[in-house]
């Protein structure tokens, strides 16, 4: 199971610039575990990844929605009735349960969701669920979303699109051997 966080992936470190062949080649002088040609690989996908979410970043802020709350918008949008516990939308979204509450904090001060009583017996338990103004918000930024999604994919061929999506879903099974990397 992925490690759940605090930090943004655009808060993370990347350099623009990524060592070429010849540094890959002096560097395994040193380090023999590295294999040129898996790092080549490694490094255009954490390249990809991370220019794909600082894109996206500047996309949802024009939309005065930073990723995160577009996020748990989006989650929303989707669960039934558009509601789902705090602790739901924490383990789907794979983030601590602070880092939620700060999420949904956010979005109900702006009125885009409301907390609702689960349970009159324990006030503590409660859920959350988009507002109309939430609902409104929603239908006027996924149009355009989609349309630049759409148009990010547009280069690749829909066999190409395939092949991408059996790849990265090869990659995410071994996500564990870094997951695992400091136990």
Sequence with gaps: ????????????????????????ER????????????????LALLTASTELHRALSKHYAAHGLPSGRFVVMVSLLNAPNQTATPSELADQLGVTRS???????SLEREGLLERLPVSPDDRRCRAVR?????????????PDHLQRVSALMKPLKPSERKTLARLLATIMKGLEALNHANE
């Design 99 to 105: 880092t939620m509450t700060g999420l949904l904090d």
């Design 1 to 24: 199971m992925a490690r759940k966080t605090d930090l943004s992936i655009s808060q993370w470190p990347m350099p623009r610039h990524v060592p070429d062949r010849a540094a890959l």
């Design 27 to 42: 560097m395994a002088v040193r380090f023999p575990q590295l294999e040129i040609e898996t790092a080549e690989t490694y």
């Design 130 to 142: 988009l507002t109309p103004a939430g609902v409104r918000k929603m239908e006027a930024v996924m």
